[in-house]
């Protein structure tokens, strides 16, 4: 499950001035390793200035249709997004990780057939993958997307999203927030934030009444849906959203750091099982075993990718962050490694679960 697989780069398509898809072959076994489900997320692996950079990209195709294709936005400063961006071209072999996440799994399980999505810049990516295979996969479908950029030149898949319009003009409906252009009405303009989600849902441009609400977009318009949506109706749990990134972590003081619990982890991958010990100064179970020379599944180290997600079989565990998880994935016994610490006693975890 922690395999990296070699992908050779289809295409390289430019999005906006700061943004590129990239389209891959798929072929022989890697046809059944990276059939995915919308929303789903790929992990890529790049060494960059001898360190082994881990990111997760969205896919943005439809289910079962279209090239496994993802987006990459430039991240002022950002290793990756910026090396990808100036460097990557066809013909290229990137190492990747067969496709996580659970973004639609909860919508897929509750069933449904209106749909309202949030996103904002680069979030458009799993929204799109979603959008698309509802619309054709469901005739009943119909999903209104709010989508929130700078202008209509930084939007990234802008004349795909207008040619959905046009396919499905009954069922699509596309509301384009711009913070830097004028857009058709006063309404339209300005941040994707609680007041602008508030003022379409008052001005009934939306409407809560929906089956599922899906966001992804910056933390600020993540916390606005989520606490927004079920004012106006909708139940919390049928409100997904799917994080890019938590911000930079809090450093702890020397103090807080001694007073991290500590103790031993047996730990099931493969069918094996090594012990580690997990001390104060390790920030997690997950950075232990690394230590310790385990080769565990990871990516983002933040609680938002879930792919260091494994089971507790025996003892308890506490975890600091849990952006991804679902309610009756912890109350199943799973949790995230790069957010966990044994609590006290023998704590046991498989991957293999
Ligand atoms: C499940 C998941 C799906 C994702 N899907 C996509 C996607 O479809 N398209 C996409 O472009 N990105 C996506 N990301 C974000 C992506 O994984 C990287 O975090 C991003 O490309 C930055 O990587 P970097 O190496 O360029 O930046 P780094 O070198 O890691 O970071 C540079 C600086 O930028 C900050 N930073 C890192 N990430 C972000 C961010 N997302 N927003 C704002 N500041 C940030 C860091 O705190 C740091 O200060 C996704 C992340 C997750 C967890
Ligand atoms: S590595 Fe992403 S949630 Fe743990």
Known sequence: MNQFYSLRVKSVQEQTRDAIAISFEVDGDNQSRFRFKPGQHLTLKHQHEGEELRRCYSIC??????????????????????????????????????????????????????????????????????????????????????????????????????????????RFQFVCIFSREQGESDILNGRLDEAKIRALLEHKLLSADVDHCFACGPEEMMNAVEGVLPEYGLARERVHTERFNTGPARPLSAEQRASRSQGEVSIILDGREMQIEVRPEDDSILDAALNAGADLPYACKGGVCATCKCKVVEGEVDMALNYSLEQDELDAGYVLSCQARPRNGVVRISFDD
């Open 61 to 170: 195709s439809r289910e079962g249709h279209e090239d496994l294709t993802i987006a990459v936005k430039r991240i002022h400063d950002g290793r990756f997004s910026n090396w990808v961006n100036d460097h990557l071209k066809p013909g290229d072999v990137l190492e990747v990780m067969p496709p996580q996440g659970v973004f639609f799994q909860q919508a897929e399980k509750l069933g449904g057939a209106r749909y309202l999505g949030f996103a904002a810049g680069s979030g458009i990516t799993p929204l799109l993958s979603i959008v698309k295979t509802l619309l054709a996969s469901q005739p009943d479908a119909s999903f209104t997307l709010v989508y929130g950029n700078r202008s209509w030149g930084q939007t990234m898949f802008a004349d795909e999203l207008a040619d959905l319009k046009d396919a499905y003009p009954t």
